[in-house]
């Protein structure tokens, strides 16, 4: 398929298609694909970006929540990344940034903006592949790269932030800790998880005891980070340093960001992985078993319904052993 414009004298090809989901859960999105393909096209055309050039366009297949498109001009690459929900953060340029200001290696942010009623990223192409790509899950832990992970995520969070949530207009969208755990989004995950008997309060620790303890040890302070959500061996490219990409912007707390992060990792099975996370993000510092525990609860239970819904079963059952494990520090 290949299309011209007038205007900028250049052509558009498309290597491929976009990538459609079989999954239930996600089917929602497959239309909103194949409309933002021409409109992608159009975006194109009108660039001065672009202007005078042949663009090839190339879909990557990985990925869910949205659409992403490497655009070669023969001279450059970008990658253009359009949310697929309408309603998703617009403010991922802004984390990026932030992270790319207290010197972590980030994809350098060339523009965002919208195309149609979606947000879009232009960001420049980093010509590698993922740590997912490049090591089988043994060799990530042989070579000790959580580690390295870890500290990266830590300096990730000296980008320091106020209030929990997304940025709207600039603003988080929680004033604390527990105006967000109360928020009915992730409340109404909760009794997905019970009803399906997920996740119980005697093997794998009480989501209510877990709440509390988050709001008795970390209380209102709006003190927070800028935090990835998705930090995970697939959202990584393997160079040297490691760079960081495709977040869920959220501003939380560290804890709660790195359990967030030790949670992916113990989906697939890798106990190893979580520990190595937790040392080489405290470098031998003390810190609080127990805060971090209840992160892990919390962040199980915005996750194992997913998984339930996409039939990742070895998943949920990896999750579960490993809550376990730390169920005694819940009393």
């Known amino acids: 398929m290949e299309a011209s414009s007038q205007e900028n004298r250049g052509s558009i090809t498309f290597a491929n298609e976009p990538k459609f989901t079989d999954h239930e859960a996600d089917k929602e999105f497959n239309e909103r694909r194949r409309q933002l393909a021409h409109d992608i096209q159009d975006f194109i055309a009108t660039h001065s970006l672009f202007k005078g050039k042949r663009v090839e366009v190339t879909f990557s297949h990985n990925g869910i929540s949205s659409l992403v498109s490497i655009l070669d001009t023969g001279e450059q690459k970008f990658v253009l990344k359009i949310p697929l929900k309408v309603n998703y953060s617009r403010s991922e340029a802004t984390f990026l940034r932030a992270w790319e200001r207290v010197g972590v290696h980030v994809p350098h942010v060339v523009e965002a903006g919208e195309i149609g009623e979606h947000h879009y990223l232009l960001m420049e192409y980093i010509d590698a592949l993922t740590l997912r790509e490049t090591y089988i899950p043994v060799e990530l832990v042989e070579n000790e790269t959580y580690i390295e992970m870890g500290s990266t995520l830590r300096k990730m969070h000296t980008a320091a932030a106020e209030g929990y949530g997304d940025l709207v207009d600039g603003k988080a969208e929680y004033a604390d800790i527990q105006t967000w755990l109360e928020s009915s989004q992730l409340q109404e995950k909760i009794p997905y998880v019970k009803e399906h008997a997920l996740l119980n309060d005697t093997e794998h620790g009480s989501i209510e005891r877990s709440f509390q303890i988050l709001f ?33 912007p959220f501003l ?20 190893e992985a979580a520990e190595q996370l937790v040392q080489g993000y405290f470098n031998d510092e003390d810190y609080d078993p127990q805060l971090l525990q209840a992160c892990l609860v919390v962040n199980a239970y915005q996750k194992v319904g997913y998984f339930h819904m996409t039939n990742r079963l070895e998943a949920i059952k990896n999750i579960q052993t490993y809550l376990t494990q730390g169920r005694h520090l819940l009393p």
């Open 216 to 248: 008795t040890k970390i209380g209102t302070t709006s003190n927070t980070v800028y935090g990835h959500s998705d930090f995970s061996v697939g959202n990584i490219f393997a160079t040297q340093p490691l760079t960081v990409f495709d977040p869920i």
């Open 252 to 271: 939380n707390h560290p804890y709660m960001d790195l359990a967030r992060s030790m949670i992916l990792a113990v989906r697939a099975g890798l106990v």
